[in-house]
């Protein structure tokens, strides 16, 4: 028995590196998992991956910086596993720029991606 076993997680940028680990380990653990990512390859790759590994696993192409996708990624986890537990915005990025930038105002980007999650 998992620990997250009945759970359904969303994972953002799930298709490789970080995400895609905390993808196969939340379905290792027993959740049932959406994988959310921009780039098809990746996305469906570890769909296929880590169904055949672990899990109950949907690739869902979404494009985060448009609210629409997000709204339909969300609306199709729902659809798919019958609800969302989990919402893991992975989804980012740094540079060196950005992390030696003064933060007297918010990095640009940062209220859109605000915008998009805060409303779930």
Known sequence: MGRLDGKVALITGSGTGIGRAAAGLF????????????NEESGAQAEREIRA???DVQFIYTDI????????????????????????????????????????????????CHAVIAPW
């Open 53 to 55: 590994a672990v899990g």
């Open 65 to 112: 910086t448009d609210p629409s996708s997000v709204i339909e990624a969300v609306a199709l986890t729902v659809e798919r596993f019958g609800k969302l537990d989990v919402l893991y915005n992975n989804v980012g990025g740094s540079t060196l720029r950005a992390a030696t930038a003064s933060f007297d105002e918010p990095p640009p980007g940062l209220d859109s």
């Open 27 to 38: 379905a290792s653990e027993g959740a049932r998992v959406a994988i959310v990512e921009i």
